[in-house]
């Protein structure tokens, strides 16, 4: 429990020798570089093409927004329950109040929560749709995340039309304790209730998807998606390694890996997720 009696760190005199300036903050700029194969595109273009990189194909995070543009027909989306707000049931404090740092996500996301959903179309057919934002405290899961998702697939049920879920976050949220939790419960409740309805639940994984949520609703989808190398998992890889005490084989956690081990049905590349989810709700739907 180390972290909840964090040691100030000792700040550096100003007598120290000038280190040279730090490098832009990603995100920040006009120009975009890609972090594995060093492509430069200006940033304009890079959000023009889904922040996917046009020399390797990486798939940035694409904020939550675009998410719905990128697969709903266009002016299709309705959002619901945005007014849903995080309380703090535990006076949770750890390195700071989590009052605090609530507030301070609500400015820096412009969110309420990590985690928006409604209703729109793809190709024609109503689905009801929900996304994590990961921008939000690493996209974790509390009380108003797993109450948005039953919700999510509540409206599916009562509306008798497929569901689709966007995953992308650290797990459940440590700052609403054993309430983050009972999410897991709670959300696989509601997708047990959906089945006798027999229409879809997409469960579409994208960078990363671990914890509580890999381990409940995420998981449980009719068909499973992942975009390309996307980390998916419950515990974190050193912490497996310490367990079994063993080393993990290459790509372990990664999409690839877990497609070729049975674990997802298909990697999907986001130029073509549109295209792809039109084509299941017309099989299946
Ligand atoms: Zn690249």
């Given at each position: 429990m180390a972290w909840f009696s964090k040691q100030k760190k000792v700040k550096a005199k100003d007598s120290t020798p000038a280190s040279p300036p730090p490098p832009p903050?990603?995100?920040?700029?006009?120009w975009y570089k890609c972090d594995d194969c060093e492509t430069v595109v200006s940033r304009a273009d890079h959000e023009k093409n889904?922040?996917?990189?046009?020399?390797?194909g990486r798939h940035d995070a694409l904020p939550i927004r675009r998410r719905f543009e990128l697969v709903?027909?266009?002016?299709t989306f309705q959002e619901l329950d945005a007014d849903l707000t995080p309380q703090d049931p535990l006076n949770f404090v750890d390195a700071k109040k989590y009052r605090d740092r609530l507030k301070s996500t609500y400015k820096t996301s412009?969110?309420?929560?990590a985690f928006i959903s409604g209703v729109g179309a793809i190709s024609g057919v109503p689905v009801s749709i929900g996304s994590f934002a990961f921008e939000f405290m690493g996209g974790s899961m509390g009380s108003v995340v797993g109450e948005k998702v039953a919700r999510v697939i509540d409206r599916a049920y009562e509306r008798r039309i497929p569901c689709i879920v966007f995953s992308s976050t650290g797990g459940a949220r440590m700052q609403e304790g054993i309430f983050s939790l009972m999410q897991m419960a709670k959300t696989s409740a509601a997708l047990n209730r959906f089945r006798s309805v027999k229409k879809p639940y997409v469960s579409v994984m994208l960078h990363p998807t671990t914890g509580g949520v890999a381990a409940s609703f995420a998981w449980l989808g009719d068909v499973v998606i992942a975009e390309p190398k996307a980390l998916i998992g419950f515990a974190g890889p050193r912490v497996i390694e310490q367990t079994i005490r063993e080393k993990l084989p290459p790509g372990f956690q990664r999409s690839e890996f877990l497609l070729e081990h049975g674990m997802i049905d298909a990697i999907v590349h986001r130029h073509e997720l549109r295209a792809k989810l039109g084509q299941l709700l017309g099989l299946l739907a």
């Open positions: 903050a990603k995100g920040e700029g006009i889904w922040n996917v990189c046009p020399g390797c709903l027909d266009p002016g412009g969110l309420r929560d």
